[in-house]
């Protein structure tokens, strides 16, 4: 079985552009989650989705947003880019919206911003 | 809010030997799950290990497992007879079990562990 997918893997983009990651999750799980991890830390967690509803919310100003599609697969898009956006984004499947529900993560979009 | 803290940035250990991995967290949470994650140079973050904190018995997973203090809030990963493919970064992970709404999962920053030959 396919694991997570996510496209693009790698982007570059300058101030003040738009971004839409995707995120493909594994087959029978219902729920994404986004996590955005700065170079030398550990992720930091956007968003989560289950049945196409948000479930959950990180401290991300509302230049963040995401959405859930029927497929269960996803989109983050991203406003008005700053430097500071730039990272790796995750991208995690779980089989429900649960917390302590274990995650699988997807190989990540590496997101410059010059 | 929850906290998670690694104390070690790096360790470097000889091929073979068994390290421990550090990791503390704070929480008003009584159920809870706590988690290990690994990240090669490749990036894909990859399960290693995880701890329901209402289990008094440790995880194991092969050469991986945990020691779980809850009193103390203490979660060490162990990883014994360490191989070359053990070199990365490790993340220790939190989730709340909640009837609500979701938190995701709180990591700390991560312990580079280097596995030299």
């Known amino acids: 079985d396919a694991g997570v997918t996510q496209s693009p893997t790698h982007l570059i983009k300058t101030r003040g552009q738009h971004v839409t990651l995707r995120c493909s999750p594994i087959?029978?799980?219902?729920?994404v989650s986004w996590y955005q991890q700065v170079l030398g830390q550990g992720p930091q967690f956007i968003f989560q989705?289950?049945?196409?509803?948000?479930?959950g919310r990180g401290n991300f100003p509302d230049r963040f947003s995401a959405r859930q599609f029927p497929n269960y697969s996803s989109e983050l898009n991203v406003n008005a880019l700053l430097l500071g956006d730039s990272a790796l984004y995750l991208c995690?499947?779980?089989?429900?919206?649960?917390?302590?529900?274990?995650?699988?993560f997807g190989p990540g979009t590496r997101l410059t911003v010059l | 809010a929850q906290t998670v803290t690694q104390s070690q940035p790096e360790m470097s250990v000889q091929e073979a030997e068994t390290v421990t991995l550090s990791c503390t967290y704070d929480?008003?949470?009584?159920?809870?799950?706590l988690f290990w994650y690994k990240q090669p140079p490749s990036r894909q973050m990859i399960l290693v290990i995880r701890q329901e904190a209402y289990k008094q018995q440790n995880a194991t997973e092969n050469r991986f497992s945990v020691n779980f203090q809850k009193a103390a809030k203490s979660f060490s990963l162990k990883i014994s007879d360490s191989q070359l493919g053990d070199t990365a970064m490790y993340f220790c992970?939190?989730?709340?079990?909640?009837?609500?709404?979701?938190?995701?999962?709180?990591f700390g920053k991560g312990t580079h562990l280097i596995i030299q030959p």
């Open positions: 989705y289950y049945e196409k509803e948000e479930r």
């Open positions: 929480t008003s949470e009584n159920n809870y799950y």
């Open positions: 992970a939190f989730g709340a079990y909640s009837g609500g709404g979701a938190d995701g999962l709180t």
């Open positions: 087959s029978g799980h219902k729920s």
């Open positions: 995690a499947s779980s089989l429900v919206f649960q917390g302590a529900d274990t995650q699988y």
